[in-house]
Nanobody, 116 residues
Framework: QVQLVESGGGLVQPGGSLRLSCAAS????????MNWYRQAPGKEREWVAH????????NYAGSVKGRFTISRDNAKSTMTLQMNSLKPEDTAVYYC?????????WGQGTQVSVSS
């Protein structure tokens, strides 16, 4: 079965960096677009970034463009999100996502808190 497990969240000061990881299993990782989403307290879940199966195509939400970098290692079935210049408004639970067979799958999420 499809499984996604996020890690790497934590508490960081504004301007700091974090690197999130998503370990995937149960599907042919290398052929699927992968996404990062986030959900802040009291807000709807929002898309953050995606990456093509081969890793050659990426796209970002305007709020994170230039600060976040999505990447993947198909040999290890992992995806990462490097987050730099973090802001308090980046505080959220971050989720990795894949759509397999028309069904969305989500990890359990990892908490990112940006505060001084």
């Amino acid at each position: 079965q499809v499984q996604l497990v996020e890690s790497g969240g934590g508490l960081v000061q504004p301007g700091g960096s974090l690197r999130l990881s998503c370990a995937a299993s149960g599907f042919v990782f290398s052929i699927y677009f992968m996404n990062w989403y986030r959900q802040a307290p009291g807000k709807e879940r929002e898309w953050v970034a995606h990456i093509s199966g081969g890793g050659g195509s990426t796209n970002y939400a305007g709020s994170v463009k230039g600060r976040f970098t999505i990447s993947r290692d198909n040999a290890k079935s992992t995806m990462t999100l490097q987050m730099n210049s973090l802001k308090p408004e980046d505080t959220a639970v971050y989720y990795c996502n894949v759509n397999v067979g028309g069904r969305p799958y989500w990890g359990q999420g990892t908490q990112v808190s940006v505060s001084s």
